[in-house]
C-alpha cells in the first residue's frame, strides 16, 4: 500500500541523514574516520586519504539529495490524493442529504443532479457502500448509506426538529412549533365490591380491575390528530380506541376510526374518570352504544355554544367488526343558550341538548343481560362483579329496527354539578319460533353533586383541589383535599313484551329495576381521586340471585381508587 512505502522511506532516509551528520562532525574536529571493528586491516592495504574520504562524503550527500526529493515529492502526491478523495467524500455526502435532485428558482424547471461514480471494492464494478438489500424492519424511510443504482425519493426528507419534553397533560412530547405532538395518558381503576346477603351467584365480594388504560394522542400537524389506546377491563385486554380526526376547522371536523358514540350526555360528554358517580346510568351501562368504528362529522358553532356530532357507525354494541350490513345512523346536539348573557349570568353553564340513534339489527344480543353495578354493554354473561335483573332466552337474536334516544340537561354553578337525562327507544328482538318483536326502552337518572370544600365546576372534567393532600406545584397550600357529596338515583324498564313474546323467563327476571346511590369522592390532587359509595337496588319482582333464592334488592358498599395524568 502508498502508506507503508512512504512509512519505509521516511526511516530510510532519516538513517542516512544521521549518519551524514556524523561524519561532518569527525571531520569538523580532525579525527580520522576509525575502520569497521569487523574488518581487518593488512599491512599491503594503504589508508585513505583526505581526497578519497571527501570524495565518499560528496557521493553520499548527493545521494541523501536525491533520496530527500523523492521523498517530498511522494508526499505532496500522498497529501493530494487524500485531498481529492475527503472532497469527494463531503460532496457524495453532501448529495445523499439533500437528495437526488436539486430544485432550481420557481420559474426553472428541477435540474437533475448528476452522480460521478463512487469507488469500487477491489476495482470491481460494485460501489463499496454495503448491500442493496431492502431493510423490511426499518420504520425509517432514510437509509444509512446511499447507492446510486437504488435512488432516494425527489422529495428531500423534512429536517430533524428538536423536542420540547413535559409533564402535564400526560407526558408530552412536543416540537417547537406545536406541529408534532405526542402525549401518553394511564387511567388505573382499582376498586373493592361488598354485596349484601352474600354468597350470591353471580355477584360475589372481591376486588377487581375496572378500567386499565393507556392512552396514546397527538397530532401529525395540526390538522391530523389521532387518539390510540389499549384497555385492561373486567373481562379482557383489548383494543380501546383508535382514530383519526381531520381539524381543519373547529366548526367542523372529520372522524374516523373505533371512538365512543355520540349517544346519551353522560356517554358522550362525560369521560369515565370524570363521572360524579363510579359508573353510568343503568340505561347507558346496558344499552349505551359505547365504541363503534364509524365516520363522523362534528363540532362547535355559534361562538362554542352549540356542540354537535353526528355520523354513520356498524351499528353493534361496542363492535369491533360489523355483525350485520345495515348500520346505524347516530346524532347528538347540546347547546349552552345563556353562555354569554350578562344578565343571566347564572345560567352561563346550562346545557340542554337530545341525541338518537336509528338502525336495523341482525345480530346475538349485546348485552344478554341487563344488571346493576355494570361496567359497560358486555357480550358475556354478567361478570363477578354485577348483579343481572333479565337475562334473554339463549335462542334470543336482536334483529329488526332498533331506536334509542335521550334529551337531557346539565347545570353547573360553583360547586354544584346536576345532571339528569330522559332516554327511551326499542329493540327488536326474535326466536327461531317467533317473529321479530319490537320491545321498548326507558329509563331516566337524576345526578346531584356539590363541592364541600369550595371548588368550582363548569363542567365534568379534571379537578385541581384548592387545598391538595399531596400538593403537585410550588404555591399550593397542603390540605384535606377537595370533598364532593354526590346522590344519584337512576331507573331502566322494558316492556312486558319481553316475557309475552317468550324472550325471558318471567318467572326468574325483572322487567325493570331502580339504583340509588349516596356516596363521597375525595381528591388528593388532580390526579388521584376515591369514591366511597353506597348503592342500593331495587327490581320491580323478585330476580334470582342463587340457585332456589330470590331476592327484591340488592346492597352494595363501594370503593374505588383512580388515578389518571
Not at 392512552?215 to 380501546?240: A, H, Q
Not at 352561563?348 to 355494570?374: E, F, M, T
Request: charged residues 20%.
Amino acid at each position: 500500500m502508498p502508506t507503508r512505502t512512504c512509512g519505509k522511506g521516511r526511516i530510510g532516509i532519516l538513517l542516512w541523514g544521521l549518519a551524514a551528520v556524523a561524519v561532518r562532525i569527525d571531520l569538523a574536529r580532525g579525527d580520522e574516520i576509525p575502520p569497521a571493528p569487523s574488518v581487518a586491516r593488512t599491512a599491503s592495504a594503504p589508508a585513505p586519504s583526505v581526497e578519497q574520504l571527501a570524495e565518499r562524503l560528496r557521493k553520499m550527500e548527493e545521494t541523501n539529495r536525491k533520496l530527500a526529493e523523492q521523498l517530498e515529492r511522494n508526499t505532496r502526491e500522498h497529501d493530494e490524493q487524500m485531498r481529492q478523495l475527503l472532497g469527494r467524500y463531503a460532496e457524495l455526502e453532501k448529495r445523499v442529504s439533500e437528495g437526488p435532485r436539486r430544485e432550481g428558482p420557481a420559474s426553472e424547471p428541477a435540474v437533475e443532479t448528476a452522480v460521478e461514480p463512487l469507488p469500487t471494492r477491489d476495482g470491481g464494478g460494485e460501489p463499496d457502500l454495503g448491500s442493496p438489500i431492502p431493510d423490511y424492519y426499518s420504520f425509517d424511510p432514510e437509509p444509512a448509506v446511499s447507492d446510486p443504482h437504488f435512488r432516494l425519493s425527489n422529495i428531500n426528507a423534512p429536517p430533524k426538529r428538536p423536542l420540547q419534553v413535559n409533564f402535564g397533560p400526560g407526558f408530552q412530547l412536543q416540537t417547537d412549533d406545536e406541529e408534532f405532538r405526542l402525549q401518553m395518558h394511564v387511567l388505573e381503576q382499582v376498586e373493592g365490591r361488598a354485596w349484601s346477603n352474600s354468597p350470591q351467584a353471580p355477584p360475589a365480594d372481591g376486588f377487581f380491575f375496572p378500567r386499565q388504560r393507556i392512552f396514546f394522542n397527538g397530532r401529525i400537524t395540526k390538522p391530523i390528530e389521532y387518539v390510540f389506546s389499549v384497555n385492561r377491563g373486567l373481562n379482557s385486554l383489548d383494543l380501546l380506541d383508535a382514530f383519526l380526526n381531520l381539524n381543519l376547522d373547529n366548526r367542523f371536523q372529520v372522524r374516523f376510526g373505533r371512538f365512543m358514540t355520540p349517544l346519551t350526555y353522560d356517554q358522550f360528554a362525560i369521560r369515565p374518570m370524570w363521572l360524579p358517580t363510579p359508573e353510568r346510568s343503568l340505561f347507558t351501562t346496558n344499552l349505551g352504544l359505547n365504541r363503534q368504528i364509524g365516520l363522523m362529522g362534528w363540532g362547535y358553532l355559534l361562538d362554542n355554544r352549540l356542540d354537535y356530532a353526528a355520523g354513520i357507525f356498524n351499528g353493534s354494541r361496542n363492535s369491533f367488526h360489523s355483525l350485520n350490513n345495515g348500520k346505524d345512523f347516530i346524532a347528538y346536539i347540546n347547546a349552552r343558550p345563556f353562555q354569554n348573557s350578562e344578565s343571566l349570568w347564572f345560567l352561563k353553564y346550562l346545557n340542554v341538548g337530545s341525541s338518537i340513534d336509528y338502525g336495523n339489527q341482525d345480530q346475538a344480543p349485546v348485552p344478554r343481560s341487563l344488571r346493576i353495578g355494570a361496567v359497560s354493554p358486555d357480550a358475556a354473561l354478567p361478570s363477578v362483579a354485577s348483579l343481572p335483573y333479565l337475562t334473554l332466552n339463549p335462542d334470543v337474536i336482536e334483529r329488526g329496527d332498533r331506536l334509542l334516544a335521550s334529551v337531557h340537561g346539565a347545570y353547573f354553578f360553583r360547586g354544584l354539578s346536576l345532571l339528569g337525562e330522559w332516554q327511551y327507544g326499542y329493540n327488536s328482538y326474535a326466536t327461531p319460533t317467533h317473529r321479530s318483536t319490537p320491545v321498548p326502552i326507558s329509563g331516566y337518572y337524576v345526578t346531584t353533586a356539590y363541592f364541600l370544600t369550595g371548588e368550582h365546576v363548569e363542567s365534568r372534567t379534571m379537578l385541581r383541589p384548592r387545598r391538595p393532600l399531596f400538593p403537585t406545584g410550588p404555591g399550593q397550600v397542603r390540605g384535606l383535599g377537595a370533598w364532593e357529596a354526590v346522590t344519584r338515583i337512576s331507573r331502566l324498564g322494558v316492556g312486558q313484551d319481553v316475557f309475552t313474546a317468550g324472550f325471558a323467563n318471567p318467572s326468574l327476571w325483572s322487567s325493570s329495576a331502580v339504583t340509588t346511590e349516596i356516596g363521597m369522592n375525595w381528591y388528593w390532587n388532580e390526579h388521584f381521586k376515591m369514591y366511597i359509595f353506597w348503592l342500593h337496588g331495587a327490581f320491580g319482582d323478585p330476580v334470582l340471585v342463587r340457585p332456589g333464592d330470590f331476592q327484591k334488592s340488592a346492597d352494595m358498599l363501594w370503593l374505588r381508587c383512580q388515578l389518571w395524568f
